[in-house]
Structure formats: structure tokens, C-alpha cells
């Protein structure tokens, strides 16, 4: 039987929550494992329970350019270690300059990118030097680029969502595309793109909630699938309701402008980080016991 500590209560606690004692049920169940246990929550009380996929767990800034022309753009992740050093001028130059530099030379990966001129040297020796003068940690975690017939439309909330979206129409559609887009975060333009990975867990989850009711195998599955063609309404851009005006879909406000939707790119920072927690208490004890 495996070990069930406080730091795992806690952490799925801080992932969904939910009640400390049924965090400890789910993992002891689980025999420790989180993600099952995460599943296993979702199943007892609901959608309040699945917070993990949307919290912002680490530190750094979204980066978005645009070039004048609005037929290329970019959109990057750069993280470090606090919320005060993405504020930085030096940091934040240093976001913005990539996410140009990205739209601008199409490098393949993060290491292409990295052996990229800027400035006086690459991006690997700017990212260095700025380390050594804010003094913490900071990575390229991942970048998408966008070259289109069309055009580009681009939104960033706070530094920490970021949204590009590749469309056709009047250039306010881009606009309220992008906003809708951070708002509900839809994971694919359509139903058909949604990962299969994503139908399966939530088939899973759907299919342990039905046999719960008792119901016969013939209408648990009828249940299942329901559930299921709800859960893809639901994150598919073009079937949510448009944040501007819930009485019409996405795919709705489209037709009406006369317009089309091709691609984008949702970056939220920090997402599937876990970020590093600390005992305050703790460590000023140990502070204290090593100077005594």
C-alpha cells in the first residue's frame, strides 16, 4: 500500500479544491498516483474538481509580434523563477524581442532559436548575461509561429495568457476572436480536433460516473456518449457560445461578419508547471538551527 503523505494531500488539494479528507481518500485509493486520483475526484464531485488543467503553476510572460503586414506572427513562453523579475524592463525586452525574432527567422526548435543572433551575440549569450545581472533562472519553454494568406489578430491578458488567431473578415472578428479565446480557452477550432486523448479521458470519466447509477449497459453507454458529445461542445471554438453575445456559437457570429477562423495559438504561462512551493516558517527555523 503506498505511503499517502501531507505534501500529496495538499498538493491535490491545491490541484482541485476538494475536501482534504476526500483528496486523501482519492489518493489512497489511487495507491498514490496523482493523476488517478485527480480522475477519481472528477468522477465523486464533478467538474469542480478538474481546476488542474487551467492553473498557472510557474512564473514568466507570454510574448506575442505581429508584423506590420499582419500575414506573420509569433507567440512565446519565457519563464523565471518570480512574478517580480517578469516585470523587469531587461525581461520583458528580452520576451518581446524573441517573439519577433521567431516570426521573423522561423527557427525549427527552442535550441534553434537559442543559436539565433541578437544583438552583439545569440540568443543563448543575451539569455545569460541576463541571468547573471537579475539573478534568477530563466528559460525558453516554447514558441508557435504563424504565416497566413490571410491575416493575424493577437490579444495578451496580463502578460500571462496569450492568444494569435490566423483569420479571414473585418479586423475587429480578430480582435473578439482572440478575447473569446483566453475567456474560455477551447482546445481545438472544431469538434474533430480535439485530441483523442482528451475524449478518452473524459469518456472515463463519464463512463465510471454513469455505472454508478445502475442503470442497464445499453443506457449507461447512451449516457457515456452524451456526455462526451457535451464535453466536445464545449471546448470546441466553434460550437461555445461567443462571449459577446451567448444567444449565438462562435461558428454563428462567424457567418454573420461574413468571416472564417483558420488556426491559433493559446498560451497560458506556467501551464503544467508545478511551481515550487516553500514552508516560510520552516525555513527561517532552519536558518535559525544552522547559526545557533
Do not use: W
Not at 481546476?51 to 512565446?76: C, M
Not at 527557427?107 to 544583438?119: N, R, T
Not at 474533430?192 to 460516473?209: C, F, L, M, T
Amino acid at each position: 500500500m503506498a505511503d499517502i503523505t501531507a505534501a500529496m494531500v495538499k498538493e491535490l488539494r491545491e490541484k482541485t479544491d476538494a475536501p482534504m479528507m476526500e483528496c486523501k481518500r482519492a489518493l489512497t485509493e489511487a495507491a498514490g498516483d496523482m493523476v488517478r486520483a485527480e480522475e477519481i475526484l472528477r468522477v465523486k464531485l464533478g467538474s469542480k474538481a478538474s481546476k488542474a488543467a487551467s492553473r498557472v503553476t510557474a512564473e514568466g510572460l507570454i510574448g506575442l509580434y505581429i508584423s506590420p503586414d499582419a500575414k506573420q506572427g509569433a507567440v512565446v513562453e519565457i519563464n523565471c523563477e518570480t512574478d517580480f523579475v517578469a516585470k523587469n524592463d531587461d525581461f520583458v525586452g528580452f520576451v518581446n524581442a524573441l517573439a519577433q525574432l521567431v516570426a521573423t527567422s522561423n527557427p525549427a526548435d527552442v535550441a534553434a532559436l537559442s543559436g539565433a543572433p541578437l544583438g552583439d551575440g545569440t540568443v543563448e549569450s543575451v539569455r545569460s548575461a541576463l541571468i547573471g545581472k537579475i539573478g534568477e533562472n530563466i528559460s525558453i519553454r516554447r514558441f508557435q509561429r504563424f504565416a497566413t494568406a490571410d491575416k493575424l489578430a493577437s490579444y495578451v491578458h496580463g502578460g500571462k495568457i496569450g492568444v494569435l488567431v490566423d483569420f479571414s473578415g473585418p479586423d475587429e472578428v480578430g480582435k473578439d476572436l482572440a478575447m473569446h479565446i483566453a475567456a474560455t480557452k477551447p482546445r481545438a477550432i472544431d469538434e474533430k480536433g480535439v485530441p483523442e486523448a482528451d475524449k478518452e479521458a473524459e469518456r472515463s470519466v463519464a463512463r465510471q460516473k454513469a455505472a454508478e447509477s445502475g442503470k442497464p449497459a445499453e443506457i449507461v453507454e447512451k449516457m457515456v456518449e452524451g456526455s462526451v458529445t457535451k464535453f466536445l461542445k464545449e471546448v470546441a471554438l466553434l460550437s461555445q457560445p461567443f462571449v459577446k453575445n451567448d444567444k449565438q456559437s462562435v461558428a454563428q457570429m462567424l457567418k454573420e461578419k461574413s468571416a472564417a477562423v483558420t488556426g491559433f495559438a493559446l498560451f497560458v504561462v506556467g501551464e503544467g508547471i508545478e511551481k515550487k512551493t516553500s514552508d516560510f516558517a520552516a525555513e527561517v527555523a532552519a536558518a535559525a538551527a544552522g547559526n545557533a
